[in-house]
Each structure stands twice: as structure tokens, then as C-alpha cells.
T-cell receptor, first 115, second 114 residues
Framework: EAGVTQFPSHSVIEKGQTVTLRCDPI?????LYWYRRVMGKEIKFLLH????????ESGMPNNRFLAERTGGTYSTLKVQPAELEDSGVYFC?????????????FGPGTRLLVL | AQSVTQLGSHVSVSEGALVLLRCNYS??????LFWYVQYPNQGLQLLLK??????LVKGINGFEAEFKKSETSFHLTKPSAHMSDAAEYFC????????????FGSGTQLTVLP
């Protein structure tokens, strides 16, 4: 079974440019999460999809960030325009509801550097 | 709101020595607790999780953790470190209920010395 994949693995852009990150969850997983780790800090939650619907986007830092999940499959996270403080590692995770706390399976992350 | 504190951003142990990575949590309701490991250039991998079924939880690769409510702790241990255990370890909490996101600690980088 393929794991969670993310593209690109690295991205270097200049301040003011736009970047789009993609996440392909494990097939059949309804839950999809985005997290971010800024250098030296903890991993922080950004938002949660259930199928194509945004369940919780309380962690999105501002309106420069736009997440979508087309048809409940893959998801994209667009940053427009990018700022220096957006640099970090963006993780995607997916899970399938279980009786208890389901395991979230993480992708390798996209390392974003804004210059 | 819940939070997680990992004591020690860097821990070094000798190969064969005990590994102890500390995690304390804060939660107003019974928590679910997780330990994840991240090897270089890989995603986070679940080591183990506490779901209230048993206070001593065994995970993969010989790791285990004990939930201590009185100490609000969920420390990760392994009796004998192996070179392949070198990685970054994250403790995370999720409260029971509708919110499903994980709240992470800041991570502990484990170095295993030969």
C-alpha cells in the first residue's frame, strides 16, 4: 500500500511569489490534515479535511493560505503571496476513522524556503 | 487547551544504554497520547499510542511508554539503544471528542554514540 506522498519535496521561492504544495493521501482515507513546522519550533496543525469538506481550519495562519481537496482525493495548499515567515516544513497526514483515536499517517513533508 | 512539553531538545546515549525521552502533557480532559519518530528525509512514523486501554504501551522497534496520570507524563523508553534509533522523536496529544488534530511537542533529537 502506498503511503502519503507530497510534492514537491523542496521549494525555494522569493517573497511575494506563489507556491502550491500537493498531498496525495493513502487511498480510501477520508481524513486529511496539514501541519507545519517552522524552523526550531513544534509541528503545528493547520487544517483538517473530511473528504472534500473543511472540518477545521482553525490553524490556518492568515488568508494568504488556501487549501483545497478536490473530489475528496488529493489536496493542495497554496501560499499567495509568500512571506519570509512562511518558510518551514509542511506535512500532510491522512487517516481513516476508527473506534478510538485513529493513527495519522504522515508524508515526508515539503521543505519551503522563502527568500 | 492541551499542550505537550518535551524535556531536552537533544539527548545522547551510548549504544546499548537505556533510552529515556521525556514527555509531559497538559489536558483538561482524558487525552490520547502518541509518540512519533522521524528519520532523516522521511515522514513521521507512529511508534506507539495510548488510548486508555493500558497504561504501559508497547510499540515498534522495542520502544514502550507508560502513561502516568498523577505525573501527567508519557515518557518513552527503550532498554538498549541501537545506532538505528538515531532520529527525532515527537510526543503528541489529542483530546477525546470531535477535534482530531494532534498537538505536538517541540521534538527530541536522539543521538546514539558508538
Amino acid at each position: 500500500e502506498a503511503g502519503v506522498t507530497q510534492f514537491p519535496s523542496h521549494s525555494v521561492i522569493e517573497k511575494g511569489q506563489t507556491v502550491t504544495l500537493r498531498c496525495d493521501p493513502i487511498s480510501g482515507h477520508d481524513n486529511l490534515y496539514w501541519y507545519r513546522r517552522v524552523m526550531g519550533k513544534e509541528i503545528k496543525f493547520l487544517l483538517h479535511f473530511v473528504k472534500e469538506s473543511k472540518q477545521d481550519e482553525s490553524g490556518m495562519p492568515n488568508n494568504r493560505f488556501l487549501a483545497e481537496r478536490t473530489g475528496g482525493t488529493y489536496s493542495t495548499l497554496k501560499v499567495q503571496p509568500a512571506e519570509l515567515e512562511d518558510s518551514g516544513v509542511y506535512f500532510c497526514a491522512s487517516s481513516q476513522p476508527a473506534g478510538g483515536p485513529e493513527t495519522q499517517y504522515f508524508g515526508p513533508g515539503t521543505r519551503l524556503l522563502v527568500l | 487547551a492541551q499542550s505537550v512539553t518535551q524535556l531536552g531538545s537533544h539527548v545522547s546515549v551510548s549504544e546499548g544504554a537505556l533510552v529515556l525521552l521525556r514527555c509531559n502533557y497538559s489536558s483538561s480532559v482524558p487525552p490520547y497520547l502518541f509518540w512519533y519518530v522521524q528519520y532523516p528525509n522521511q515522514g513521521l512514523q507512529l511508534l506507539l499510542k495510548y488510548t486508555s486501554a493500558a497504561t504501559l504501551v508497547k510499540g515498534i522497534n522495542g520502544f514502550e511508554a507508560e502513561f502516568k496520570k498523577s505525573e501527567t507524563s508519557f515518557h518513552l523508553t527503550k532498554p538498549s539503544a541501537h545506532m538505528s534509533d538515531a532520529a527525532e522523536y515527537f510526543c503528541a496529544v489529542r483530546v477525546s471528542g470531535s477535534a482530531r488534530q494532534l498537538t505536538f511537542g517541540s521534538g527530541t533529537q536522539l543521538t546514539v554514540l558508538p
